[in-house]
């Protein structure tokens, strides 16, 4: 299949099939993925639409290629740094026009990015790290005396973690969900995906790839970058976090289950064991 999912604007210009951006087809490059040829405008764009379309298959590719996704939002570069333009962003009123799907290289706009949105967060925050050195880089950056502050401010506020778990995160969450009823869920083995995901208000979503889980700071260990407010993109995103989250809450479940036959099955070989015996005493 050869058709090129892009569509030409009015001046026949070609659109980016992840960030919507318009470029005339000559300055383009174009990738064939999963049997169909796509056009992007940069190197950045193609290898994260790659990311994404292995992360969730059909239902993203279906989703980007509408051109109601392809919005380009010209104040994202100021709300890495501008406190005010953030509060722009989520001015209720504005919402539908300043909806944003933006592409970040730069490791500390991240990182602060990630802070504001978490800061700024009214209902619920969803955060998913896919190792546990990723939880613990945050946790060096101070993030779980805030989200305590965050809770112990707003008792309405839901916070739920993902990751895996070692020794040192069982503890801290069995402390948060007793003291500050916050809730980290055991991801159990680490994701098949290397990224991290922070969901807030079921509004935005920043996705942060995992370039090097080695390395000591954020800063030197992940990669590109995703922010979007584009509603569709953050409910897909919202719908991978609860569908693991569920998952997680089965297994535990199974597992505990598994842990009462066991009892259960311990229990009942003692017990024949001790009617066995007292057969043969009894016989004898």
């Given at each position: 299949?050869?058709?090129?999912l892009?569509?030409?604007?009015?001046?026949?210009?070609f659109?980016?099939?992840?960030c919507?951006?318009?470029?005339?087809?000559?300055?383009?490059?174009?990738?064939?993925?999963?049997?169909?040829?796509?056009?992007?405008?940069?190197?950045e764009?193609?290898?994260?639409?790659?990311?994404?379309?292995?992360?969730?298959?059909?239902?993203?590719?279906?989703s980007?290629?509408?051109?109601?996704q392809h919005?380009?939002?010209?104040?994202?570069?100021?709300?890495?740094?501008?406190?005010?333009?953030?509060?722009?962003?989520?001015?209720?009123?504005?919402?539908?026009e300043?909806?944003?799907f933006?592409?970040?290289?730069?490791?500390?706009?991240?990182?602060?990015?990630?802070?504001?949105?978490?800061?700024?967060?009214?209902?619920?925050?969803?955060?998913?790290?896919?190792?546990?050195n990723?939880f613990?880089?945050q946790?060096?950056?101070?993030?779980?005396?805030?989200?305590?502050?965050?809770?112990k401010?707003?008792?309405?506020?839901?916070?739920?973690?993902?990751?895996?778990?070692?020794?040192?995160?069982?503890?801290?969450?069995?402390?948060?969900?007793?003291?500050?009823?916050?809730?980290?869920?055991?991801?159990?083995?680490?994701s098949?995906?290397?990224?991290?995901?922070?969901?807030?208000?079921?509004?935005?979503?920043?996705?942060v790839?995992?370039?090097?889980?080695?390395?000591?700071?954020?800063?030197?260990?992940?990669?590109?970058?995703?922010?979007s407010?584009?509603r569709?993109?953050?409910?897909?995103?919202?719908?991978?976090?609860?569908?693991?989250?569920?998952?997680?809450?089965?297994?535990?479940?199974l597992?505990?289950?598994?842990?009462?036959?066991e009892?259960?099955?311990?229990?009942?070989?003692?017990?024949?064991d001790?009617?066995?015996?007292?057969?043969q005493?009894?016989?004898?």
């Amino acid at each position: 299949m050869n058709e090129i999912l892009n569509n030409k604007n009015s001046d026949n210009r070609f659109t980016c099939a992840l960030c919507g951006k318009a470029f005339e087809k000559k300055k383009s490059i174009q990738e064939k993925i999963d049997g169909y040829e796509y056009l992007f405008n940069s190197e950045e764009c193609m290898s994260m639409f790659k990311k994404l379309a292995d992360l969730y298959g059909d239902e993203f590719r279906i989703s980007i290629c509408n051109d109601e996704q392809h919005i380009s939002n010209s104040i994202l570069a100021s709300v890495m740094l501008k406190e005010q333009e953030f509060g722009k962003m989520k001015n209720k009123a504005e919402a539908n026009e300043n909806e944003t799907f933006e592409i970040i290289k730069d490791p500390i706009q991240v990182q602060e990015l990630a802070f504001k949105l978490a800061w700024s967060s009214e209902n619920e925050i969803l955060a998913l790290f896919s190792t546990a050195n990723a939880f613990h880089r945050q946790e060096r950056m101070g993030i779980l005396p805030k989200l305590r502050e965050m809770r112990k401010n707003n008792d309405k506020l839901k916070i739920r973690i993902l990751t895996p778990f070692d020794d040192d995160i069982n503890t801290i969450s069995k402390k948060f969900r007793d003291e500050w009823d916050i809730e980290i869920m055991n991801l159990g083995e680490p994701s098949r995906f290397r990224a991290s995901i922070l969901l807030v208000d079921r509004k935005f979503v920043l996705y942060v790839e995992l370039k090097d889980d080695t390395k000591y700071t954020s800063y030197e260990a992940i990669g590109l970058s995703l922010f979007s407010s584009i509603r569709s993109t953050v409910i897909s995103y919202v719908t991978i976090f609860e569908t693991m989250w569920k998952q997680q809450e089965l297994y535990q479940q199974l597992s505990r289950m598994q842990k009462q036959i066991e009892t259960y099955e311990k229990i009942n070989k003692q017990l024949n064991d001790t009617i066995v015996d007292l057969k043969q005493r009894l016989s004898k």
